[in-house]
Every structure is written in structure tokens, then in C-alpha cells.
């Protein structure tokens, strides 16, 4: 499903953000990427959505090469790519239903179709009966989870979360995982960077850690 | 949407819709748009009234100038069936003489009308116009001469063809003296010509004000937006959908400016309406104001909505690069 290929990562103004990263992920997998702030896992997960190009090396996703992919086709892969940030990155003057629909909106679906896979996704996150509600009005777990509902609501092959639960307590880290086991079981392939180690701990994921731009670790090569 | 083809066409949804569906499906996106971006323009009366408000003054500045020259047209117009050259005769020749001259002049190639207002006419006309009954009945003798109103061929109606022979006829032994009446008319006309062409370049010019207007607004409504446009690319927006309420905001923008500007204009008709036709009734005439008619209408329309559209599409060219990975 991932696959890189001795990918470096250069920003001009901060020097080398991953160096010579080589790794394999399967389809249907679920991992962790960790690692301290600045080791360059929003990078990674950045390049797999093609919000950024790695300046050298191959990154290949659900087998296409994303180098070889024109700009106009961006869009089109980012639709099989949900994305999962830790500021949620919510329309705060939009009702829930319309966070989550936006993707599919964007993909040009029918009223229908659009509103049957809205509750669908809301239902999964168990925010059905808030979808009329602004994310203001919204706790924390709760504006994370809509944004969990808007990264699958378009059915993707492949979910990146970038610190999903920095913000949350325990509890709720725990129950947003809970759910991104759910979405493993039935086939979707995860890619989870946070640094909460203990409940990366507590579950038996694969785990890749970054340290300095470079794979320092991956337990469980597949 | 056609609801029975959506189940089937679900599958192909990923790689885009089918090449048979897009007219259907193209001109359905654009209509919703198109009605969604009206939707959130009025969501915002004000500023959006103000925008509009720009325009529409903007563009019936130009409009009310053309609807100015325009009447003055018409107006020059009915004055074209006046003589170019009147030849009075002198009081020794008389009806028949006159008649006789008539008829030399009838010959002549140049001419298309030649009319004859006798003495007696002339005198009738007179008594009947100003109300000097009483002053003409006490002369004896018809004081009036005859006069010869002459009407060229158009070919013949250009000033120094005329002048030439307004002098040829000066030379005739019957002429008192000839008189050209419509070298000033040509000289209006001439005038009228220039204030129309002024009238377009101020057009053209305060369109381009409308392009800049609406240029700016979108531009402020894209940086007012960042956030959700950065977040619609995040999740699979194209460029063209992104872009295109704003090219619907400016085409919108453009066409209510430019219903605005007729409104006013229409207006302003109607205001003067009754001091015009008052006005020519001082004058013994009748002046009916025209407003700006269909095809001036649908020119300004899609003249100020093509300018909405350019300004917008111009600002949304600078302002909007489509989803660039750095």
C-alpha cells in the first residue's frame, strides 16, 4: 500500500527533515509512526498525501508513484487518502454533517448518496444525533471524531492521522483508537503518528520510529 | 441528477465520472453552483449590495450618456426633412416665374426635391404662424418673396458640394440670396458622432473599473476563505471546483451591477419624461424619451457581466494556484 524508496526530505530553511527513508507497508495494515517532535513524521505522512514532494527517492502509494503524478491528478489522490490532523482542520461556521460531507461534495456525489454516507460515517463515530451542531460547539474528543467521520466518509483504501489525540485525555485517546481499530478490522490501511508511547504500547500494532528524519525502529516488520 | 443512472455509475465514481454522463453532469454542477454562490452572496446583503451598488453606478454613467445621444439622434433625425438650401427670389419675380425657375431646377441631376412656396403661401403661412393678422392687413402689397426649397440627392448633400452650389445659385438672375440650413445640422450630426464614440471609451473605461471592482472583491473573498479552500484541497477539491464560485460570485457581481445601471437609467427616463415633453411643447413639438431599448440592454448585461467574469477569473488566477505540494 506504502512503499519508500531512499526518500529525502529537504526544506530549505530547517536542513534535512528525513534522510534515506526506506520502508514497506502493506494493504490493510495498521502502524504506528513515532518518535520525538521534529523527527519528521508529519513529513512522512505530508509526502504520502501529497501535500509536500520528497526532494529525493520514491514514494509509492496504493501503486502509483506519486513523482510521476501530474498536479491536475493530485486532487483525485487525495481523495483515496483520509487525513486526520490533531487541530482537526474543521469549517468552524459549518454544521457537522457539512464537515463530514465536504469530501464528498468535492467528488461531485448526489444529495442521496452524499447524506445515506454522512450518517453512516457519523454513525460509526457516534455523533449521529449532533450532526445539525457547529464544531464550536463541540468538546475535543467530539471535533476529533467529525474529523475521523470526514477522513473515512469517502471510503478511502488508505487513513493517515498526524497526533490524532495530542489534545485529548487518556480516556478519549484511548476511545479514538478504538476506533481506528474498528476501521482496521475491515480493511482499511492505517498509518498512526503520535507520540503517545504508552498506548502505542498497550496495543499490537506494528510501530516505526523516526529519530532525526531516519527509521531508527520498526518492531514487526510484516 | 439522473436517479436511475447514479447506483450504476457508483463504482466509476473513483476514476471520475463516464464520458457519457458529462454534459448532463457538467452543466448540473455548474447550475448548482451558480445558484449556491448567489445563495451565499445574498447570505451577505450589505457588502454584497455595496459591490453591486459600484457597479451599477459605474456603469450607468455611460448608459445615461448614451441614452442622451442616442435621443438627440432621433431629435436631429426629424430635422432631416428640412431643406438644405432655401433660394429666395427676388420681389419682382413672380408665381410664375417662379414656377418657371422651379422647373429649370427640377432638371438639374443634383437635385432630388425642388419645393415651391409661392408668395400667396408664404404669406398664408405667415398669417397663420405668428399672429400678425393684424400687421399684414394693413400692407398692401404681399411683402413675402417666393422661396425655392431645395433638397439634394445625398450623394450632393456634403458641406462643399453645397456650398458650390449654394454659389452657383447665388448667381442666378431671380436670386435674391440662398440660404444653407443644414450645414449646422451636419455639424450636430458631427458632434452627436463624437459624443457617441466618447461614450463608448467612458464605457470601456468604467468597465474596466468594473473589472477592477469586482477583481478586488474576489480577491478579499479568497483571502477571507483560505482556510476552507486549503482544507477543501486537503480533501480532494480540484482546482476548477475551487475556482469556480468565485467565477460565478464575479459573473454575478457583473450581472446584477449591470441590471442596477438599466434600473437607474430607466429611472432617470422616466423622471424626465414630463419636463422633456413639456419642454417641446414650448417648442411646438412632440418629443417622446426613449430609454435604453433591448439590444442596449442585453449589451450592457452581458457587457458587465463579462467584465465581472474577467475581473474575477483575473483574481482568481493570482490568487488561486490549485493543490501545490511544496
Known amino acids: ?222 | 441528477m439522473p436517479k436511475p443512472k447514479t447506483s450504476k455509475r457508483t463504482p466509476h465514481r473513483r476514476s471520475g465520472p463516464r464520458l457519457l454522463d458529462m454534459p448532463g453532469l457538467w452543466a448540473n454542477r455548474h447550475l448548482q453552483s451558480a445558484v449556491a454562490t448567489l445563495g451565499r452572496l445574498m447570505h451577505t446583503p450589505l457588502p454584497t449590495g455595496m459591490t453591486i451598488a459600484v457597479i451599477g453606478i459605474s456603469l450607468a454613467l455611460p448608459a445615461a450618456l448614451f441614452v442622451v445621444t442616442e435621443n438627440l439622434r432621433t431629435m436631429a433625425g426629424g430635422w432631416d426633412q428640412a431643406a438644405a438650401i432655401s433660394l429666395f427670389l427676388k420681389q419682382d419675380v413672380d408665381d410664375a416665374g417662379a414656377a418657371r425657375l422651379a422647373e429649370q431646377l427640377r432638371a438639374r441631376p443634383e437635385l432630388a426635391q425642388v419645393h415651391l412656396i409661392s408668395r400667396e403661401q408664404a404669406l398664408n403661412e405667415f398669417r397663420a404662424l405668428g399672429g400678425f393678422e393684424d400687421a399684414l392687413s394693413q400692407l398692401k402689397s404681399n411683402p413675402l418673396p417666393a422661396v425655392l426649397a431645395l433638397y439634394p440627392q445625398a450623394v450632393s448633400s456634403a458641406p462643399e458640394r453645397l456650398q458650390a452650389l449654394h454659389d452657383e445659385l447665388m448667381t442666378l438672375p431671380e436670386a435674391d440670396f440662398a440660404r444653407m440650413d443644414t450645414l449646422w445640422l451636419q455639424r450636430f450630426q458631427a458632434i452627436l458622432d463624437l459624443a457617441q464614440r466618447a461614450v463608448l471609451l467612458l464605457g470601456g473605461l468604467l468597465g474596466l473599473g468594473v473589472l477592477l471592482i469586482v477583481g478586488n472583491t474576489i480577491r478579499l473573498e479568497i483571502l477571507n476563505r483560505r482556510i476552507e479552500i486549503e482544507i477543501m484541497e486537503l480533501v480532494g477539491a480540484t482546482g476548477a471546483f475551487i475556482r469556480r464560485p468565485f467565477l460565478y460570485a464575479g459573473a454575478w457581481y457583473g450581472l446584477l451591477g449591470g441590471l442596477t445601471a438599466w434600473f437607474l437609467v430607466t429611472i432617470a427616463v422616466v423622471l424626465l419624461q414630463q419636463p422633456v415633453s413639456r419642454l417641446a411643447t414650448l417648442y411646438r413639438s412632440e418629443f417622446p424619451l426613449t430609454g435604453l431599448g433591448p439590444l442596449a440592454m442585453l449589451v450592457i448585461l452581458s457587457g458587465s457581466m463579462l467584465f465581472g467574469l474577467i475581473g474575477s477569473w483575473v483574481a482568481v488566477n493570482r490568487h488561486l494556484r490549485g493543490a501545490e505540494p511544496g
Open chain 1, 1 to 222: 500500500m506504502i512503499s519508500f524508496e531512499h526518500v529525502f526530505k529537504r526544506y530549505p530553511e530547517r536542513g534535512e527533515a528525513l534522510s534515506d527513508l526506506s520502508f514497506e507497508m502493506q494493504a490493510g495494515e495498521m502502524a504506528f509512526l513515532t518518535g520525538h517532535s521534529g523527527a519528521g513524521k508529519s513529513t512522512l505522512l505530508r509526502l504520502i498525501g501529497l501535500l509536500e514532494r520528497p526532494s529525493r527517492g520514491q514514494v509509492i502509494v496504493n501503486g502509483r508513484n506519486l513523482a510521476a503524478l501530474p498536479r491536475r491528478k493530485i486532487p483525485y489522490h487525495r481523495r483515496e487518502v483520509g487525513m486526520i490532523f490533531q487541530d482537526h482542520r474543521l469549517l468552524p461556521d459549518r454544521s457537522v454533517f457539512d464537515n463530514v460531507a465536504l469530501p464528498l461534495v468535492v467528488a461531485g456525489l448526489g444529495q442521496r448518496e452524499i447524506g445515506r454516507r454522512v450518517r453512516a460515517a457519523l454513525d460509526q463515530v457516534g455523533l449521529l444525533s449532533r450532526e445539525r451542531a457547529t464544531p464550536v460547539a463541540l468538546s475535543g474528543g467530539e471535533q476529533q471524531r467529525v474529523g475521523i467521520a470526514r477522513a473515512v466518509v469517502g471510503r478511502p483504501p488508505l487513513v493517515l492521522a498526524d497526533e490524532p489525540t495530542g489534545n485529548l485525555d487518556p480516556d478519549l485517546s484511548r476511545e479514538i483508537f478504538g476506533l481506528f481499530e474498528r476501521f482496521h478490522q475491515v480493511g482499511v490501511t492505517l498509518l498512526i503518528a503520535t507520540h503517545d508511547l504508552s498506548l502505542v504500547m498497550s496495543m499490537p500494532y506494528r510501530t516505526l520510529t523516526l529519530a532525526d528524519g531516519r527509521l531508527a525502529n520498526d518492531s514487526g516488520t510484516c
